[in-house]
């Protein structure tokens, strides 16, 4: 009833919106449909906000339709909000993945969509426009007819179209690890006029540089035997080459994340394009006249066509290149953040690995032992003396779900025995041979999920006054007297309920 009166008067209305936005949740019992839609809408259209509704049922239906995106839930109370919904979802807490991580990935991928076509144009519209002014706007195009047609069909379109459907800033689990990152949809920071500005100001610079270097490179000699200048299309063949390799190669040093789709679209266009040339100049001549024979007699047996493509692509990529690193160097946005930290990740998981293997003189295809890297990280981790955080042994148990009974009782005597005091770790792995069943320790870990608060405690501890730059790793002790090593410090597991996460840190 007070919702209905709210909506009957424009000032209470605006009063309730007023309200409603400077509050973190606003619950509204017992609605009708209708007001929920109602809610919806002003909440969109007068308060200006991109809004998601998700339910479950009929009477959901309204508010779904009304909200920017809607979510049906597809459950007992049957497919009506399913259906009428843009997206559909078994259980209501799969929306933390469909947000975090699949909305983050295509805000960013239709981000760059469009900052990447409007830039290959620019590249593409200046280059004739400089070309013009070169030849005093006689208006005589230096690119051959199908060049202009065929550009945005052919020779740049596949990279583009995979890397909107298929490019990862970052992986998954950093995007539910760190929730921050979908703010950049929320506040629009990939799409702002600044950086749509600085792709197409690079799309004009890198069009100048490519005429300019096309253009004196041919001005200053010849190479043919005849010692005939170049004509205006053997000009425009070679600008256009390289205009084709500055766009391809301008995707590929600016995304992150790879396959062999993006390898098979990126430079399969780059050979696309030199097919083309090879395969149009065998047409009769009637139907090619400018470009037969072209790359045959005239651009592939002189060196100078070799050396103005891979000047002008180079020159072109160079301010792009450079900008690039600055910013990512000194001013990094947070995705970038994340993504040094996944290959600090990897590199520290191979140092660990190499450096395991060489200390302990272990051989992968020693008997009795699995020869993966969770494995050697494990044996490190006893060598190391920290057998006595659950957190590291964890890691290990995740690799492998079978075990032997009678492994199991020894294994939980003897860490009983280590727990207890009355056995130091040393002579448990004398005893049992740095325990080559890893089998005895996933048991031990699932039935006790608890882990020492001190440890926890101290961890913390040293994590922050490393990355408060106090104190630096190499000066980072144990509790104990022996030196904490790197890698026994990244298996380390924090549990809080039912999440269990990984500290991570590099130098």
Not at 40 to 64: P, Q, Y
Not at 151 to 174: E, H, W
Request: with cysteine.
């Amino acid at each position: 009833m007070s919702l209905g009166l709210v909506f009957l008067d424009n000032d209470l209305k605006q009063m309730f919106l007023t309200l409603a936005l400077q509050c973190d949740s606003v619950i509204c019992c017992r609605v009708s449909p209708k007001q929920k839609a109602l809610v919806t809408e002003l909440v969109r259209h007068d308060g200006h906000k991109i809004c998601l509704a998700i339910g479950d049922g009929a009477n959901d239906v309204g508010m779904i339709q009304k909200a920017n995106i809607g979510v049906g839930i597809s459950g007992v109370e049957g497919q009506q909000a399913s259906m009428a919904a843009d997206f559909s979802i078994a259980q209501f807490r799969f929306l933390e993945q469909l947000l975090l991580v699949h909305g983050g990935w295509c805000y960013n991928r239709i981000s760059f969509m469009v900052k990447y076509f409007f830039y290959k144009n620019f590249v593409f519209g200046f280059s004739i426009f400089f070309c013009n002014a070169l030849t005093m706007f006689s208006g005589q195009s230096a690119f051959q007819d199908w060049f202009l047609s065929l550009y945005n069909v052919l020779f740049t379109a596949l990279p583009v179209g995979v890397v909107a459907v298929l490019d990862q800033d970052v992986k998954s689990i950093n995007r539910l690890r760190f929730p921050a990152l979908y703010m950049q949809g929320q506040r629009n920071q990939c799409f702002t006029a600044w950086k749509v500005t600085l792709w197409l100001v690079n799309g004009i610079i890198q069009a100048l540089l490519c005429v300019s270097v096309v253009f004196l490179g041919y001005s200053k000699y010849t190479d043919r035997e005849n010692g005939q200048m170049v004509d205006i299309y053997t000009v425009g063949t070679t600008m256009f080459t390289s205009i084709v390799l500055i766009v391809n190669l301008q995707m590929a040093i600016t995304i992150q994340y790879w396959t062999w789709i993006h390898h098979v679209a990126i430079w399969g266009e780059c050979f696309i394009w030199f097919m083309f040339l090879l395969l149009s100049g065998e047409l009769p001549h009637g139907k090619m006249i400018e470009l037969h024979k072209l790359f045959i007699s005239v651009l592939a047996p002189t060196c100078s066509f070799y050396i103005i493509v891979i000047m002008g692509t180079v020159i072109a990529l160079l301010p792009s290149f450079a900008a690039m690193s600055v910013f990512r160097n000194f001013f990094p946005e947070d995705y970038q953040i994340i993504q040094e930290i996944e290959r600090n990740d990897q590199r520290h998981v191979s140092a660990c690995t190499k450096k395991t293997s060489s200390e302990l003189g272990l051989e992968l295809t020693q008997p009795g032992i699995n020869g993966s890297a969770a494995s050697l990280g494990f044996k490190y981790a006893h060598s190391s003396g920290i057998f006595d955080s659950r957190h590291a042994i964890e890691s290990e148990v995740e690799s492998s779900r079978e075990f032997d009974s009678k492994e199991l009782i020894d294994a939980r005597q003897l860490y009983g025995s280590y727990k207890s005091g009355s056995m130091p770790i040393e002579n448990i792995q004398i005893r049992h041979g740095i325990f080559d069943s890893r089998h005895a320790i996933e048991s031990e870990v699932e039935s006790s999920r608890e882990f020492d608060s001190k440890d926890l405690t101290d961890t913390r501890q040293l994590y922050g006054s490393h990355k408060s730059r106090s104190t630096p790793i190499e000066n980072i002790h144990r509790r104990h007297d022996d030196s904490l090593s790197i890698a026994s410090f990244r298996m380390i597991k924090t549990r809080s309920s039912s999440l269990c996460r990984r500290i991570f840190f590099s130098r």
